[in-house]
């Protein structure tokens, strides 16, 4: 589904990304670990399409298509999701609006015929109570004065809503407790499917505890350094990033 | 060309496209000689068939007006105004003096429906009539019989001047004096139509009233005058809306507009004002200055202004609130949009005189473009005006960085008792926040139209909602090819 | 050249509240020029009398450079005489510099940190007559200044224009303590011109009787990742009036400025006046820009609150008066000057609520 060869990736006239490759296949779930300054949030920003991150050699293909060339919206609708660390504020929009808005917008992008909002609204009611989404959170602004949990299982809603082929969880564990982060996991595992990749970013192993990845890719400085398993993960909290970049090295 | 680079240039070819009101009806017109004179105020009052005071009271007006300056406090240029070389009257020939809706020119009834305003009372949006202005006289009134059973008198103010000349009387110039500034002193010389709306005691008006202006004729100003009166314990709800054809000419618009509420009546007046705003080189578009008040004339008294303004090149506008009326309160909720060349100076006043009367005020201020757009608003607390209340929102936001948002409040009290409040802020579309709506599959220009309209929100809110959803439409329009 | 030197009447915008041309009279300011006097001179300052001929090149360099307003355009062309102050590349003075005006007339000031210098200014003027002072400031690049004048009650016409302009890093505070005047002014016109420089203001007023007193504020960012903040604080009684205005403009291009004005005004009788105008011109898009502006009286639940645990009325208004004006006074850097001044708030507050 998704095969990143060579890619390098500047930013602000920075390379971050040096030669990354990395392939993900419908139904697996990759997670890519690695220390702060890694690249790891660039490697989401670039496959979600973020203006600024310049790929400057190397290719991204998702379901045999030049993903690089496409538009954001595009790619949304196309089915990739980026549930992001730090989900932005739009005040005065509220999120039942926001949701209606973006679900019939990458219907009609595909040719689909838009939801009505009753239909819409229990489909959201539906999914929301699974994810401990009020009403009441669905009735304020986006994002606006939600606590970091809400931000982030509101992320995980909008993943549910909109049924992605490929959906990147980036930092999705930051800013969580172990409450929280149970919840957004077991919603993140209801969502594992033959036809949908997953790639969840992380800093931290504790993440990969409730969502057991396939494969597991470390990066560090712009490079995929190391391969493995779900047993990787554990190596890495042993050892730290620093001897497993040394012994890769 | 890169693909951005190329998608912002489509977007700009595409904007000529977007004003989609700029047709022109070919009709048969009867104007005025050009020019403005003694003899061009004589020549309308005598079109309008009017009585010798009014004839006298516009020729005051007049001799007046040729001793005052323009106005050039404002954040607004533009060439000097030549008024010798414009029309001052022009309506459709043969527009009978009392019009049933069936013998209005077809042409006319095809121009309103082609603005999304049918006249035909059995087609047209229920619940709301309509007065409609075509240049210089009103074409045609909808609903005027239901309003009567009411008593509710709905008609052109030029019919009404013949009809209730004693309540007319009463209310002209009282709200605006003849001598209040340059452009409302010309419009006393020259008004030709406009909408005159009387609701008697303890009516609740059954609809919402409304009047679209429209300007057809080149050339030529636009000078409406409208009153409405709500009497002790009414209730109004009145509604505009403006648009005129795309010309390579500016063309004048100069209307007045006096609001009186008496005890425990309630005026609700919304504007959407969507005047030709010129192309994307400030090219043409209408001058939009106008002089909007309104009398708390009663206690417990209310008015509440909302407008929404996307179009002219320049507007000028600061409809207000003279809370004379113990417990009055005024409000007023503005959306300011402008783009491209357009410069728009608006905002209010809320006078407080009585005791415990109370304002709201919230300005949403758009900038995109080239445009400068400036909020002006006073608060002002005289004596006597024990507990007086304010609150002032005063929000911009920037679109580019080639635009002007500029905030201007005054804020005098004079009494201890009272509590003013104001706050303002200025901001942009976070990069962020469009790029989280592009990754959830929005379109740039939805996502531009979407955080906008979360922008004002407490603004759109006020419109009725029969005219809410076209609203936030307009905001979306409005802003086409902004973000590129 | 004397259309020029006209004074400002209450039909130009930025004098609408302050009818000077009324205040002073058929008088106007005359012609005479007023003093001013350094009292002790911190080892490393440079002074140079205004008067004297053979002025040095650091004094050519700035002095009337500034473009200041109408009325200190009057006191440059009148003023004979004046103080230019220069402290040297990287001096850091850590005594106080006491500045003091006095006479009538007109006068100016000179003062120039040159690159990394750093000083405290304390401001003070005799109250006797009437005055119209043009004050040049100019901070080199991380120069550090800390500004306090303190305006007494004063029967006359007290104007002053002080020009700033601040290059890259550097970092001006200025605080403005003013228990009004027959028409007092103060205007400050400041330029941020270095990336990264800073102007903080703040100020209380004081006023009762038939006091004025007005602070215009004019603080430009000229180029980007600038900040200001201004915070004034104003409790007027019986008829006097407390006038702040204050714009700013952020340029074209001057992205990433960041500023935050806040005006607050205390009536505490029914013939006291409040103007407040806080003004925003904004240029460029990505910028931090907020002002609020409140007038009122005091809160009811606090004094309330305060009177149920057994404070007397008085004292609680007092007090809260106090609390209403502390925040505004705690911006004072130098605990000395902010001891001086919030020495002059409680004799000023017990006229007040006397």
């Not at chain 1, 929009?93 to 239909?119: C, H, P, W, Y």
């Not at chain 2, 035909?120 to 409609?132: R, S």
């Not at chain 2, 009387?169 to 004096?177: E, Q, S």
């Not at chain 2, 009153?227 to 314990?233: K, Y």
Request: aromatic letters at 8%; proline letters at 3%.
């Amino acid at each position: 589904m998704l095969d990143i060869k060579n890619l390098h990736v500047a930013v602000g006239g920075k390379e971050i990304l040096k030669g990354l490759n990395l392939k993900v296949d419908a139904g697996q779930v990759h997670a890519i670990m690695g220390p702060n300054g890694s690249g790891k949030s660039t490697l989401s920003y670039v496959l979600a399409g973020r203006a600024g991150y310049e790929i400057t050699e190397g290719s991204i293909s998702y379901n045999g298509e030049d993903l690089a060339a496409l538009p954001p919206e595009v790619r949304a609708a196309k089915g990739v999701f980026l549930a992001m660390q730090y989900p932005v504020e739009i005040p005065g929009v509220t999120t039942m609006m926001f949701l209606k808005s973006a679900l019939n917008a990458q219907r009609r992008s595909r040719g689909e015929s838009e939801m009505d909002a009753i239909g819409i609204l229990k489909t959201v009611r539906k999914k929301a109570s699974a994810l401990n989404v009020s009403e009441e959170m669905l009735k304020r602004a986006l994002n606006v004065g939600f606590s970091g949990g809400e931000k982030k299982r509101l992320e995980i809603l909008q993943m549910a809503l909109f049924e992605p082929k490929l959906a990147i969880l980036d930092e999705t564990d930051s800013g969580l407790d172990i409450d929280a982060l149970r919840l957004v996991a077991e919603g993140v595992n209801g969502l594992r499917a033959p036809e949908r990749a997953m790639l969840v970013i992380t800093h931290y192993q504790r993440l990969l505890d409730y969502i057991v990845p396939d494969r597991i890719h470390v990066l560090a400085n712009g490079r995929i350094v190391a391969e493995g398993g779900k047993e990787l993960a554990l190596e890495l909290e042993a050892k730290g990033y620093e001897q497993i970049v040394k012994d890769a090295a | 060309m890169s693909s951005a680079a190329l998608e912002t240039k489509e977007t700009v070819a595409g904007l000529g496209e977007k004003y989609k009101y700029g047709f022109v009806t070919d009709i048969e017109m009867e104007r005025a000689p050009k020019g403005l004179s003694e003899d061009t105020v004589r020549f309308i009052s005598a079109k309008k068939g009017e009585p010798e005071w009014m004839l006298e009271w516009r020729l005051a007006a007049f001799r007046r007006w040729l001793s005052m300056k323009e106005p050039t406090w404002a954040r607004v240029h533009y060439p000097t105004i030549d008024y010798q070389n414009a029309y001052y009257y022009a309506a459709p020939k043969n527009t009978p003096l009392k019009q049933s809706l069936d013998e209005v020119d077809p042409k006319l009834l095809e121009t309103y429906k082609k603005l999304g305003i049918p006249l035909h009372e059995q087609m047209a949006l229920a619940g709301v009539a309509v007065d409609a202005v075509f240049d210089s006289v009103s074409v045609a009134t909808t609903f005027k019989d239901k309003l009567n059973e009411a008593g509710v008198i709905f008609c052109p103010i030029s019919e009404a001047i013949r009809d209730y000349p004693d309540l007319v009387k009463k209310y002209l110039g009282t709200v605006v004096p003849v001598t209040d500034n340059f452009f409302a002193t010309l419009n006393s010389a020259v008004f030709s139509d406009g909408t005159f709306v009387y609701v008697p005691k303890g009516v609740r008006c059954p609809m919402e009233l409304s009047t679209y202006f429209r300007i057809n004729a080149s050339e030529t100003g636009q000078f409406e005058r409208t009153i409405i009166v709500a009497d002790e314990g009414s209730y109004v709800s009145y509604l505009e809306g403006c648009t005129a054809p795309k010309r390579d000419e500016n063309q004048l618009h100069a209307a007045v507009v006096e609001l009186v509420a008496l005890d425990n009546a309630e005026i609700k007046y919304s504007t959407v004002q969507n005047w030709y705003p010129g192309d994307e080189n400030g090219l043409g578009g209408i001058y939009n200055f106008v002089t909007k008040r309104g009398d708390c004339r009663g206690v417990r008294s209310k008015i509440s202004w909302t407008q929404v303004e996307t179009g002219s090149a320049i507007t000028w506008k600061y409809p207000s609130c003279i809370l004379r009326g113990d417990e009055s309160v005024g409000e007023f909720y503005s959306i300011a949009i402008a783009n491209n060349y357009q410069q728009a100076d608006t905002g209010t006043k809320m006078i407080h005189l009585g005791k415990n009367t109370r304002s709201r005020i919230i300005s949403k201020g758009i900038s995109a473009g080239k445009a400068q757009n400036t909020y002006r608003g006073l608060v002002s607390v005289y004596g006597k005006a024990e507990n007086a209340r304010n609150f002032t929102q005063c929000d911009s936001l920037l679109i580019g960085g080639e635009c002007g948002a500029h905030t201007v409040p005054y804020i005098e009290s004079r009494n201890p008792s009272a509590r003013v409040e104001h706050e303002a802020t200025t901001s942009k579309i976070a990069e962020d926040q469009l790029f989280y709506c592009l990754q959830r599959g929005l379109g740039q220009e939805e996502a531009v139209a979407l955080i906008v309209n979360g922008f004002c929100k407490e603004v759109l809110q006020q419109l009725p909602m029969e005219f809410a959803v076209e609203a936030q439409k307009l905001v979306g329009i409005s802003l086409e090819g902004s973000v590129g | 050249m004397t259309v020029a030197l006209a004074l400002p009447t209450r039909r130009v915008e930025e004098w609408k509240y302050s009818d000077l041309a009324r205040a002073l009279g058929d008088a106007g300011f005359g012609e005479a020029s007023a003093r001013v006097s350094v009292g002790a001179i911190p080892a490393g300052v440079e002074m140079f009398d205004l008067d004297e001929p053979n002025r040095p090149d650091w004094v050519k360099a700035h002095y009337g450079k500034l473009n200041g307003n109408a009325v200190s355009a009057i006191s440059l062309a009148k003023a004979r005489g004046g103080i230019a102050l220069r402290v040297p590349k990287g001096k850091i003075i850590e005594d106080i510099l006491p500045l003091d005006f006095a006479g009538e007339g007109h006068v100016r000031a000179l003062l120039v940190l040159e690159e990394g210098a750093a000083l405290t200014l304390s401001e003070k003027f005799d109250a006797h007559e009437t005055r119209n002072t043009g004050f040049e400031i100019v901070l080199g690049p991380n120069a550090q200044l800390n500004h306090v004048r303190l305006s007494p009650v004063s029967d006359c016409v007290q104007v002053e224009e002080i020009s700033l302009t601040l290059a890259r890093n550097a970092v001006y505070r200025g605080h403005f303590a003013n228990f009004g005047a027959k028409l007092s002014r103060i205007e400050l016109a400041i330029v941020l011109n270095g990336e990264g420089a800073e102007a903080h203001l703040s100020g209380v007023s004081v006023l009762s009787g038939d006091k004025h007193a007005d602070v215009t504020t004019k603080v430009t960012h000229a180029v980007g990742r600038t900040q200001s903040t201004q915070l004034f604080k104003k409790v007027a009684a019986g008829k006097a009036q407390a006038v702040y205005q204050g714009k700013v403009i952020v340029a074209h291009g001057a992205n990433g400025s960041d500023s935050h004005q806040t005006a607050k005004a205390l009536l505490l009788d029914g013939r006291a006046e409040a103007d407040l105008k806080p003004e925003l011109e904004i240029f460029a898009d990505d910028v931090k820009c907020a002002h609020g502006a409140a007038v009122g009286d005091l809160d009811a639940d606090s004094l309330f609150y305060l009177r149920a645990r057994g404070i007397p009325e008085k004292d609680a208004r007092h007090l809260l008066i106090h609390a209403f004006l502390e925040d505004a006074l705690t911006d004072i850097a130098n605990a000395d000057l902010r001891e001086m001044i919030r020495g002059a708030v409680s004799v000023a507050l017990n006229e007040v609520s006397a």
